[in-house]
């Protein structure tokens, strides 16, 4: 088999002339390899002049660590004196030029004579020179690659994949456990956790000595055998880093140990076990890596015993290593932090799930703009109201950031208080425009409310700048509702306009944000115009006068996202209007006199008994009476009485007093205060809602 060498830190371009002074060029000495190590396992790093920033690779590179020095252009015909005499031997003292490279003319007259005292000297210093260049462009190459890393595995694992094998033959991460963010104080015990481990595959081991070098078959790699029982199922080792032993000693030291050093002989099976096999001399690294506030890890370089062992300049390159590694982990923690805290204020202010109220189904979808901005104004929202109808609000708040996200929290939680007061669409955005007026001069946003009414199968939308709603008819016919703009919340001074349209059983009402429709490609109308023909194009997937379900449907509709149209955040809003047939539903007006609750309980049996209901005549005549006497007592106009058949039984009850009722503890001579006591014992769901002429008190039973 045939033998070879290879150096330390190998580059694409190591073996090319170098120019060893200000104009003679020089030779670069070929490239020595060790005996039986493949080319292909000590494959170089891209070079670093190929890549962008190369002209910043000093600025990268470790202060101390070694450069090539410049060397003066000697005159024709002599050597430049250096003002100094050499010493005998070769070497010169430190910090002091060095003489000249040999002429072209000497070159070309033959080899030095043996014996003479500078013949080995120009190799020496060019093979110096080399070593220290390959270094700088070593480190350059490898912090700019921890650098690319975002999050904590991709930065992880550019140390590793920097280091193995250009540097090492493996190495081992180990990383806090918990990691500390920020200025957080670590509490409970010292934990290293193992990360990651790579290192080289067991084909690039070298062959024993009486091999036949005929024979391919692969060697194993005696680096860290036996493997760790844990490690080797894929289980990462968990440390616990005793205070006052040799592993906590060598981390507070911070800068990076050869494994010979005592302190780093009894720490390496601490932290890698004792049934590691450790390569003896320096050819084991200890580097802690510590971040901006305390050491958050180690990572422990090693060679083969058939490897050149580190030297002093090393340690160098592992410091300049572990600190880009550390400041890198520290990074990722951060952004993490941040990510989660985005991730959670903005599941908060988006509803977890979608009511399904009465009469209607109802599904959505939120895009934000990147990965990288998780928070967005964007927000949409269902409310039920009395009598089974709901609200449909879709929103935007301009920008995109924590202050986006906060205004749109605020004008959320507003939107949801009016629509509890059973106001008109138009005076909703009319007190959202002031509470936007109140939170900043240039809180603006634009905003879709609509109501939607199960019984009368009618919808009533005020628009303030937002894109107008797409509807899809029961036939395949999508449509966009006309509506007028309006300006958006927080201009101030603009009156709002309502308007109400039919809102057939079977259509389905899209309520979007602009980033659906509108991107740097493409103007709004011309995506309100590509969103309404991909509805068409979907209903026509389906048999006639068959709507497409709901979910699939919002999913086709983001497929007219086209690539670098997530510009800004996409909310959607779906609602599928089934409504409430007329003869599910029983109303009458009753005025508030002594006898009302009597004629509610025949009116309510009567109509139990045409839906063939009678098993629930004896709980809904009693808790009829109760509510209606509560409401004759204080009313002083007709109160309504409305029975709904649904798959549940709702009952409600209106008058003109907004006072809503509770539960009190009556005394035992009280005459009334027990009747809600019986509807919240009967009744599966109760409440009461406040309007702007009075409040409802409602009621629902399972069917039998």
Request: glycine share 8%; net charge negative; with cysteine.
């Amino acid at each position: 088999m045939e033998t070879q060498r290879v150096t330390e830190y190998p580059t694409p371009r190591q073996s090319a002339a170098r120019p060893t002074g200000g104009g003679a060029r020089t030779a670069a000495p070929a490239p020595e390899r060790t005996a039986g190590r493949p080319d292909a396992a000590h494959a170089a790093l891209p070079d670093p002049r190929d890549e962008p920033g190369a002209s910043d690779l000093a600025a990268a590179a470790p202060r101390d660590a070694p450069a090539p020095p410049e060397v003066p252009a000697p005159a024709a015909g002599r050597r430049p004196h250096t003002g100094h005499a050499r010493p005998a031997g070769g070497d010169e003292p430190a910090g002091r030029s060095r003489p000249a490279a040999p002429e072209p003319a000497d070159r070309d007259a033959g080899p030095v004579a043996a014996g003479h005292p500078g013949a080995e000297e120009p190799d020496e210093r060019a093979e110096r020179e080399r070593r220290g260049g390959d270094r700088l462009r070593f480190v350059g190459a490898a912090t700019r690659r921890i650098a690319r890393g975002v999050d904590l595995d991709e930065t992880v694992l550019g140390l590793c994949r920097a280091s193995v094998p250009a540097f090492s033959d493996a190495i081992l991460v180990y990383l806090r456990d918990p990691l500390p963010v920020g200025d957080e104080r670590p509490t409970g015990p010292f934990l290293l956790r193992l990360r990651r481990t790579d290192r080289l595959p067991d084909y690039a081991a070298p062959a024993p000595a009486d091999a036949d070098p005929s024979d391919t078959g692969e060697f194993p790699l005696p680096l860290l055998a036996p493997q760790p029982e844990g490690v080797a199922s894929g289980t990462p080792e968990l440390i616990e880093v005793r205070g006052g032993g040799p592993l906590a000693e060598v981390l507070r030291g911070v800068r990076p140990v050869f494994g010979d050093a005592p302190t780093v002989r009894e720490a390496l099976p601490e932290l890698l076990g004792p049934a590691r096999e450790i390569p003896a001399g320096r050819r084991a690294i200890l580097a802690p890596l510590r971040g901006r506030r305390r050491v958050i890890g180690a990572a422990v370089f090693l060679r083969r015993p058939d490897r050149a062992a580190f030297e002093d300049d090393d340690l160098l390159v592992a410091a300049q290593l572990a600190t880009h590694t550390a400041l890198g982990v520290d990074k990722a923690v951060l952004y993490g932090r941040e990510a989660y805290i985005a991730d959670e204020l903005q599941r908060t202010m988006l509803p977890d799930e979608l009511p399904q109220p009465t009469g209607v189904t109802l599904a959505s979808r939120y895009l934000p703009a990147a990965e990288t901005a998780r928070v967005g104004g964007d927000w949409y929202d269902a409310i039920p109201l009395p009598g089974g109808r709901v609200a449909l609000v879709v929103g935007d708040v301009m920008g995109h950031s924590m202050t986006s996200a906060a205004i749109m929290g605020q004008l959320r939680t507003t939107a949801q208080t009016l629509a509890g007061l059973d106001l008109p669409p138009q005076e909703v955005l009319h007190h959202l425009d002031e509470q936007a007026q109140r939170l900043g001069s240039d809180r603006m946003a634009t905003c879709l409310y609509a109501v939607y009414d199960p019984v009368a199968h009618r919808i009533v939308v005020a628009n303030a700048g937002h894109p107008p709603p797409v509807m899809l008819h029961r036939d395949g016919h999508a449509e966009v509702l006309r509506i007028p703009a309006g300006a958006p919340i927080g201009v101030g001074g603009v009156d709002f306009e309502a308007v109400e349209l039919d809102a057939p059983a079977g259509a389905t009402l899209l309520l979007y944000t602009d980033g659906l429709v509108e991107s740097r490609h493409r103007d709004v109308w011309t995506g309100i115009e590509q969103l309404r023909e991909k509805l068409t194009d979907t209903a026509g997937l389906t048999r006639p006068d068959t709507p497409p379900p709901l979910e699939p449907l919002c999913d086709e509709v983001l497929d007219i996202l086209g690539p670098g149209d997530r510009d800004d955040d996409i909310a959607l809003l779906a609602a599928r209007f089934d409504g409430i047939p007329p003869s599910d539903v029983a109303y009458w007006y009753l005025d508030p006199r002594a006898q009302t609750a009597r004629q509610a309980r025949r009116l309510a049996r009567r109509a139990l008994e045409r839906w063939e209901l009678a098993d629930l005549t004896d709980s809904v005549e009693l808790l009829v009476s109760e509510v209606v006497t509560n409401a004759v007592r204080y009313a002083e106009r007709p109160i309504t009485l409305r029975l709904l058949r649904t798959d549940v039984l709702r009952c409600e009850v209106g008058d003109d007093v907004p006072q809503l009722p509770r539960l009190r503890q009556a005394r035992a001579t009280d005459e009334g205060g027990r009747g809600l006591y019986l509807v919240n014992r009967l009744a599966r769901r109760w409440g009461a809602t406040r309007l702007s002429t009075g409040k409802v008190v409602w009621f629902e039973l399972p069917m039998p």
